[in-house]
């Protein structure tokens, strides 16, 4: 039972360049989420998804974009990478609401 | 506004010394809370949630919370903590209707000898 699956789990870009992390849950998860996480800042909510096919918009949506094609998979997309988003990503599912989140190992992106 | 507060933001405790984490929301309707704990460089794992039902509530690597209404806390403890107790600990809050959850700004434990 692998729960919640990150990749990569360590990036670094170049100004400018794009990337897509991935997200993939196996436990028929509704909900997923793209979280942030920057020192001092605790967690903050980029963009999240209720269903298949379904996207909105969290706390810090700009200069990313998703897509959940599949229930299984949430992408996050960076098209034109900033240093500014330098951080560390989480990924989250969780079964509806009332229930908890289960969260991935994140992802560590350095932008210079 | 709905919101959540971890007024402690460092915490130190000697290694088995009784430890105490503070959680308090600010939410119109009833809420369902929880807390995570994230060891460095490490997701965030779900040590206990209140939905409802008992206040009192057991966790995963003996800790325990309580729900206070009357407080709007849901504190978090632990009678003696062991070094590994060392990490990043996060109340969260959610209420039906609401897609996500709130999170704290987390509370960093320190575990001296």
């Known amino acids: 039972n692998a729960g919640v699956t990150q990749t990569p789990k360590f990036r670094v870009l170049k100004t400018g360049q794009s990337m897509t992390l991935l997200c993939a849950q196996d436990?028929?998860?509704?909900?997923m989420y793209w979280y942030r996480q920057d020192p001092g800042m605790g967690l903050r909510l980029i963009h999240y998804?209720?269903?298949?096919?379904?996207?909105a918009k969290g706390e810090v949506p700009d200069g990313y974009n998703v897509s959940r094609l599949k229930k299984q998979n949430f992408l996050l997309g960076l098209e034109s990478a900033a240093p500014s988003q330098t951080s560390v990503y989480f990924c989250?599912?969780?079964?509806?609401?009332?229930?908890?989140?289960?969260f991935g190992s994140g992802t560590r992106l350095t932008v210079v | 506004a709905q919101s959540v507060t971890q007024p402690d933001i460092h915490i130190t405790v000697s290694e088995g010394a009784s430890l105490e984490l503070r959680c308090n929301y600010s939410?119109?309707?009833?809420?369902?809370l929880f807390w995570y704990v994230q060891s460095p460089g490490q997701g965030l794992q779900l040590l206990l949630k209140?939905?409802?039902?008992?206040?009192l509530v057991q966790g995963i690597k003996g800790f325990e919370a309580e729900f206070k209404r009357s407080q709007s806390s849901f504190n978090l403890r632990k009678p003696s903590v062991h070094w590994s107790d060392a990490a990043e600990y996060f109340c969260?809050?959610?209420?039906?209707?609401?897609?996500?959850?709130?999170f704290g700004a987390g509370t960093t434990v320190t575990v001296r000898a």
């Open positions: 989250a599912s969780r079964e509806g609401q009332g229930y908890g989140y289960t």
């Open positions: 436990m028929n998860h509704e909900y």
């Open positions: 998804s209720v269903g298949e096919g379904t996207t």
């Open positions: 939410y119109g309707a009833t809420p369902y």
């Open positions: 209140y939905f409802s039902g008992d206040t």
């Open positions: 969260a809050v959610g209420v039906l209707n609401d897609y996500k959850l709130s």
